[in-house]
DNA sequence: CTATTTTAGTCAAAATTTGTCAAGTCAATA
DNA sequence: TATTGACTTGACAAATTTTGACTAAAATAG
């Protein structure tokens, strides 16, 4: 999800993976299971992409926390109910 | 918010911290910590408590994965707008 | 006050996540 | 067909996080 969006940013402007992950200061093959999926990004590089590519912090940081969320509940019963109750109580805590 | 809803079965019942974690066969200590949400329970611990209050599994599981989820965002920005991408990106894939 | 229950702090073991490296696939092309 | 460049994959060690046990302090009940 948000590893295809960095792709999708990346290809647009015809930036290598080897070029994108050495502006990142990371390996290669990490950043490749990043985009892929394997490997989740840490903030900080979604921070620095958007600067890179330009784009709204929102945005991305939205799609990065959905796809933690996702992650923290692949494989469970009753994800949907549990999606629903998080973001009633969290907004109850507001 | 799952440790609440044990506690308040717990304390329904008169039953005491110890007596509860002998059931499940764990520390007293740690229990004393899930229910104030200090540690997380394990599902198969939710399973069991839901056989021991009688209540239904999904209700408990529900409030557990709910937790799970508000633990795996807290602190960031973006929640809301996350958790309601999340639940549409889940539902898609359906 | 005393006894019991609950909570807090600390620590090592266990589990999970992370980064690196080498080897691998695939497509283009000489 | 052999080579090259881009990307992917799997295995492993290092780093980080989570967990459970233990001890003792704090709170509560009698």
Redesign the pocket.
């Known amino acids: 999800m948000i590893g295809d969006r960095i ?1 999708e940013l ?2 647009g402007e015809n ?5 994108l992950a050495a502006q990142l200061d ?11 999926g ?3 990004f ?1 903030k900080e590089e979604i921070l620095e992409l958007a600067k890179i590519f330009h784009q709204n912090e929102q945005e991305l940081l939205t799609l990065w926390l959905a796809d933690k969320i996702l ?1 923290a509940t692949e494989g469970e019963a009753y994800i949907p109910e549990a999606l629903k109750l998080a973001l009633n109580t969290y907004q109850q805590s507001l």
Not at 26 to 36: I, Q
């Open positions: 792709r990346r290809e930036i290598l993976l080897r070029q990371m390996d290669t093959a990490l950043l490749s299971k990043m985009e892929r394997d490997r989740q840490r992650k």
